[in-house]
């Protein structure tokens, strides 16, 4: 069995991360299509805001619900994107009781900013929405696609961010300003009244009491969110989760990569396989052909244009090289080659799987 | 791109600052600069990179706007305050478009640029980052926050001051996301973007001339019809990019694929010479 279909069969989730423009979204449909072809009810999830999972499966659109993907064999596939509004809006529903209390969340209107138009809410969601994939056992295996790098350790950091935010410290002084009463709860903390004056110099009171009001809201839901992220990081870091660093045999993207891995290591979450995307098609053409003169100038042309290709990629595989003899050969290695055809729907992602079978 | 216009604006005698948006540079490693942080570094003359976090930049802000130090200090080092800022919608994105637009408003500590260009995150995350001050601004009538939103927001719709370039490569996931970028712009922000494409590969030879070789070598010479065949693909991808590019773009300037050059300056003085005399 190959290393790449090793992955495949002893992981539950496999998340894959990279910097922009390496092809992650392609990849991780890629990963999705070989799952479900070799039996696995998969569902590949993108983070991305962007519709590039759509795109590379070969769909109109996709949406918060699973949507089944047709396929050749006996596997099925699904894929969805993480719809943040409808995400949150079911965990308020879920866990908030009353009618009445979920109303006052769902209507606090820097709620509803950060569902609809600010960002910041993506993380959250995309960790509820796997855990939520995860824990319904509908799915043997769930392919996640993150954004690109900065925003991908945006999420790889989201549970822990939370956590900081929930802690009661934190908490008490957005949500019960005015039930501080013992003495030494006063002096220690003297110092954030001086900061919260300084912080409404900053923002203004109106931003603040918002900004107050919010977090007195969500309050009900402390608990709940934080076993939730518990839930997350537990699951991230467990055996059952893979990653995969996705980068393309170029210097600057290889040493991009090598940020993220450091990363990766520094949260604890290990990384598993590296796929090298379109990698440069290397073929032994003839030194010198005679042709007929019309011939021979484009053989000529030809020829140079493969000889710097080749010359140029040769030396990003070197980088490439070193990078993967420093990360230890524990790790799998998936090198994907450049196609002469288009890889942007489904037909195109099952003959790309075909051709990582011959090479493998 | 972003670098080779900076170093272009710079090479004319303006001065530049390079902002790169983190937490991870890639400039730093690109041109060997050693740690980039909020300090700007200096790359050529009269060009000036820096890597912006929302940290980095709201302390700035903090610092200037509060001048005492001590409360700096209780502001950033209680652990309240840090969860806060971390927690807080829009600040993070308010903070950097605040740098980035803070010359223009003559707000926070002086930057003596003539132009700024800054290298943004990829499509949905800058459209998350300009949507920030927008939905404050709406939500937040009084007070700094609300006022400044309200500003920034201004300043990155004038088409005075602030212009948007759009980078793709001639391929079609690329072509696809400069569309939809194109379009949300235009359709949210009344944004007009000008688009420019990256890593066009000169094949000199024609289609033809290089299928009819392929045919006449493939009994001797098998692998040169594979690799012709994979040039006219990679022709033909980039072909329809290009034209759906200048769909977008009837102005549309074409970057050469400089696979010749590896010195990063050489470069920018190849990219940015095409980018203001094409």
């Not at chain 2, 759009?166 to 079609?172: R, S």
């Not at chain 2, 400069?178 to 379009?183: A, D, G, V």
Request: charged share 25%.
């Amino acid at each position: 069995m190959s290393r790449l279909d090793e992955l495949i069969e002893s992981h539950e989730v496999i998340v894959l991360v990279g910097n922009g423009g390496v092809g992650k979204t392609t990849m991780s449909s890629l990963l999705a299509v070989r799952a479900a072809q070799k039996g696995h009810r998969t569902l590949v999830l993108t983070v991305d805001p962007a519709k590039r999972l759509a795109q590379a499966l070969g769909v109109d659109a996709l949406s918060g619900e699973s949507s089944a993907i047709s396929i050749e064999g006996k596997g099925t596939l699904f894929a969805a994107v993480i719809d943040a509004k409808s995400i949150f809006d079911r965990f308020i529903r879920k866990h908030v009781l009353s009618v009445e209390a979920q109303e006052k969340i769902l209507n606090n209107r820097i709620y509803q900013k950060l569902t609809t138009q600010l960002s910041g809410s993506q993380e959250f969601t995309a960790l509820d929405r796997l855990l939520t994939a995860h824990e319904s056992q509908q799915y043997d295996r769930i392919i996640l696609d993150t954004p690109p790098a900065s925003h991908a350790i945006d999420f790889l950091e989201e549970a822990e961010k939370i956590e900081n935010i929930f802690q009661d410290a934190v908490l008490k002084w957005f949500v019960s300003p005015f039930q501080r009463q013992s003495w030494v709860g006063q002096i220690i903390h003297r110092g954030t009244n001086v900061a919260f004056k300084g912080l409404e110099k900053l923002t203004g009171s109106e931003f603040l009491e918002e900004l107050l009001n919010f977090f007195q809201t969500v309050y009900v839901l402390k608990d709940q969110i934080l076993k939730r992220m518990s839930q997350a990081r537990q699951l991230l870091q467990s055996p059952k989760v893979a990653f995969v660093l996705v980068t393309q045999a170029d210097k600057n993207k290889i040493q991009a990569a090598e940020a993220l891995i450091g990363t990766l290591n520094k949260r604890g979450y290990e990384l598993k396989h590296i796929f090298v995307n379109r990698t440069f098609p290397h073929m032994k053409l003839a030194t010198t052909m005679v042709l007929a003169p019309d011939a021979q100038k484009t053989w000529n042309q030809v020829r140079g244009l493969y000889q710097t290709m080749e010359a140029v990629n040769r030396a990003h595989e070197e980088a490439l090289g070193h990078l993967l003899n420093r990360l230890g050969s524990h790790l799998g290695v998936t090198k994907v080659i450049d196609q002469d055809q288009d890889i942007d729907d489904i037909r195109g992602l099952e003959v790309l799987s075909k051709t990582l079978d011959s090479k493998l | 791109m972003g670098a080779s216009i900076a170093y272009g604006y710079a090479k004319k005698g303006a001065r530049v600052l390079l902002i790169e948006l983190g937490p991870i540079s890639f400039y730093e490693n690109f041109f060997h600069l050693g740690s980039m942080g909020p300090q700007p570094v200096g790359l050529v003359k009269n060009l000036d990179i820096v890597l912006l976090t929302a940290e980095s930049c709201l302390k700035e802000y903090v610092l200037h706007y509060l001048r005492v130090k001590k409360i700096y200090e209780i502001f950033f080092e209680n652990r309240v305050m840090r969860a806060f800022i971390q927690a807080a919608p829009a600040v993070a994105e308010l903070s950097i478009l605040g740098k980035i637009t803070s010359q223009i408003r003559h707000v926070g500590p002086p930057m003596e640029y003539d132009h700024v260009v800054v290298d943004a995150y990829a499509t949905g995350h800058f459209l998350a980052l300009l949507r920030s001050p927008a939905a404050l601004g709406e939500m937040i009538h009084t007070g700094p926050f609300g006022v400044e939103s309200r500003k920034i927001i201004e300043v990155l719709l004038n088409p005075q001051c602030c212009d948007y370039t759009l980078v793709a490569t001639p391929e079609p996931l690329p072509v696809q996301e400069t569309k939809e970028l194109q379009e949300a712009l235009m359709a949210e922000f009344g944004i007009k973007a000008q688009v420019l494409v990256n890593k066009v590969l000169n094949i000199e030879p024609t289609e033809e001339s290089v299928s009819q070789l392929g045919q006449i070598t493939k009994v001797e010479e098998p692998s040169v019809l594979q690799f012709c065949t994979y040039l006219n693909y990679v022709r033909r991808r980039q072909d329809s990019a290009l034209l759906q590019l200048k769909d977008l773009d009837k102005n549309l300037k074409y970057f050469p694929w400089l696979m010749n050059t590896t010195e990063p300056i050489k470069m920018l003085e190849l990219l940015s010479e095409r980018y203001f005399h094409e």
